[in-house]
């Protein structure tokens, strides 16, 4: 069923575009070959705007499915979707066209998803923006006949939970694009995404798909975001995924009273937030979370195991939460990946395990001793024995693992000392662990000093010498002569599709307490540390308020000062930093 000529065209040029690229497509008059999704996948997220290839990274990680995110209008009032709203990246084969097919190739498939935090809060989310439910339907269907896909998700959240008209221009298009398929021989699923508390969905959620529900739309799957709960408590997040899914469920059986326990445990899907997630440590979704949740999923039946997001599946920045690029933990590249890709399809599991060092590194004066957590989890299979060394201590330095040998989900104890005769330097001590399915190895960075460092404070923290430096910050940050809290000159971090975070490295005093104070203005103002302490502190604040992060150092007593805004809450200023 075609709803307007012009759109009939526009879909003909797509599908052509998109067989030229080797994507099976064609106009919406016959049915299609595509694939349907497995009844159970692991498809983490495909962050689309970093410019990497999805088809590189989902072979470099094993992640044979992905989710791509996301699609949204270049502005609001626009019924045209883009990737990332970028209007050089529009629905069609030359964008992600060649990708999609090798990750095809390889045995796998997409997802694409609408929508997200940047667009449902600036009103890009495409049923938010295009008031046609016409075209809103048109829009999904020129995507699944451009990339012939089998399931569309629709992530929504923030300020499009309670755009009442948005929310059913939404389910009014699904029902037509169901209905169109099911006239053209396609199989089309919906997801979709939505906020959750540690009970199940939030009331605005639950509307969602009660709207669905009061149009006859079909939703295939909805994916709960078990992260980001901001509510102020310490998490076990894997404990809080399975009570949050329990929720899901008993919510979902009284708006869907025919199903069966199967289909609707079927029909829920999971999306964690790999490591420290954006409201800070207190919401830490660890390697060993991964593997309890795996587990769970696979008993459970679950549709859709996924995460945010697989460019963030490594260690490159531990103690910093929501990063877009790393977990902010402890970890080897792709651990999370390894561990739930066995979900699609329940693939043969082979067993295998991984290892960490936590922290990985500290600072000792020659004579002194430290030591570190080392962890293992089973990233794959059942636990199976793992032998534990250390190797790579220089001279006057003694290092050993206690106890040696670990069942692989069970941790240990790196022990390191010094004697007075260790030279000064830097050095790599790696941590090797062997079982009968192989061996990884974790590094741990060993500096050692001929005397205690003294404390410093930080440096420029009145920003007065007019200049940014020692400070570094993500695009746009600045010196600003307005508004200032005191002086000639603040901190400005520019927070838009980016949280803007501005931060310097200091040296303290080892093991030692310390406040961190400075004054910020703005929406979603952090002031925190990460590094050898992780604490912050935020607030929201139209004029200048006085925050206070009190903190202890670790054994190398260096921490990074920061301070960052949130995606799309505008630039934040802070002023008078200091440590005391």
């Not at 540390?529 to 190398?556: H, I, M, Y």
Request: hydrophobic share 35%; glycine share 10%; charged share 10%.
């Amino acid at each position: 069923m075609r709803l307007r000529r012009t759109i009939q065209a526009a879909l003909t040029a797509c599908a052509t575009l998109a067989a030229s690229a080797g994507l099976v497509a064609a106009g919406t008059g016959s049915a299609q070959a595509a694939t349907p999704l497995p009844s159970r996948v692991f498809a983490p997220y495909f962050e689309s705007w970093t410019g990497q290839s999805p088809a590189t990274l989902a072979a470099q990680s094993g992640a044979k499915y992905l989710t791509m995110a996301f699609l949204q209008a270049a502005t609001k009032g626009s019924c045209t979707p883009y990737w990332n709203g970028d209007t050089s990246k529009p629905v069609s084969s030359s964008t992600f066209g060649a990708d999609i097919a090798t990750i095809r190739a390889n045995g796998g498939d997409v997802i694409p998803s609408f929508g997200g935090y940047t667009a449902d809060n600036t009103g890009t989310e495409l049923a938010d923006s295009c008031t046609d439910v016409n075209q809103i339907a048109a829009a999904f269907e020129n995507l699944i006949t451009t990339y012939d896909v089998s399931r569309i998700d629709l992530d929504i959240e923030d300020n499009s939970l309670t755009n009442a008209a948005g929310i059913d221009r939404r389910n009014k298009a699904i029902k037509i694009v169901q209905d169109w398929a099911a006239t053209n021989g396609r199989n089309i699923q919906f997801s979709y995404t939505l906020p959750t508390t540690t009970t199940g969905l939030a009331s605005s959620g639950l509307a969602v798909l009660k709207n669905a529900v009061s149009n006859n739309a079909r939703i295939d799957v909805v994916n709960m975001m078990t992260f980001d709960y901001y509510d102020g408590a310490t998490h076990d997040m894997a404990a809080d995924t399975q009570t949050s899914a329990q929720g899901l469920y008993n919510q979902l059986a009284k708006l869907y009273p025919a199903k069966t326990p199967a289909q609707l445990w079927g029909s829920i899907g999971i999306i964690e937030m790999v490591g420290i997630d954006d409201y800070g440590a207190a919401e830490t979704f660890t390697v060993a979370n991964a593997t309890t949740v795996y587990n769970w999923a696979v008993s459970k039946g679950i549709n859709t195991l996924s995460f945010w997001a697989l460019q963030r599946d490594n260690g490159g920045c531990p103690g910093k939460g929501g990063d877009d690029s790393c977990s902010g933990i402890s970890q080897n590249t792709w651990d999370f990946t390894h561990i739930f890709a066995p979900f699609t399809s329940g693939s043969t599991v082979t067993n295998d395990f991984s290892v960490a060092v936590n922290p990985n590194s500290a600072t000792v004066t020659a004579g002194s001793s430290t030591s570190a957590a080392i962890a293992t989890a089973v990233t794959a299979g059942s636990a199976q024995s793992v032998n534990l060394s250390v190797s790579g201590a220089p001279t006057g330095v003694t290092a050993t693992v206690t106890p040696g040998s670990v069942t692989a989900g069970t941790g240990a104890t790196l022990n390191i000392a010094t004697t007075s005769a260790a030279a000064a330097g830097t050095y790599p001590l790696t941590v090797t662990a062997t079982a009968p399915s192989g061996t990884h190895t974790a590094t741990y960075s060993l500096t050692v000093t001929g005397t205690t460092p003294p404390p410093t404070g930080l440096a420029n923290g009145g920003l007065e010498s007019g200049s940014l430096a020692p400070w570094t910050c993500q695009s746009g940050g600045a010196v600003v002569s307005t508004p200032v809290h005191s002086g000639s000159y603040a901190l400005q971090a520019a927070a838009a599709g980016q949280t803007g975070d501005c931060s310097q490295t200091v040296t303290l005093k080892s093991n030692t307490s310390y406040t961190l104070s400075g004054w910020v203005q703005g929406n979603y103002a952090y002031l925190g540390v990460s590094g050898d302490a992780t604490a912050s502190t935020w607030a929201n604040a139209s004029g200048w308020t006085k925050l206070s992060v009190p903190f202890t150092t670790g054994a190398s007593g260096t921490v990074t000062v920061y301070l960052h805004g949130w995606y799309g809450q505008g630039n934040v200023y802070g002023d008078d930093f200091s440590i005391a």
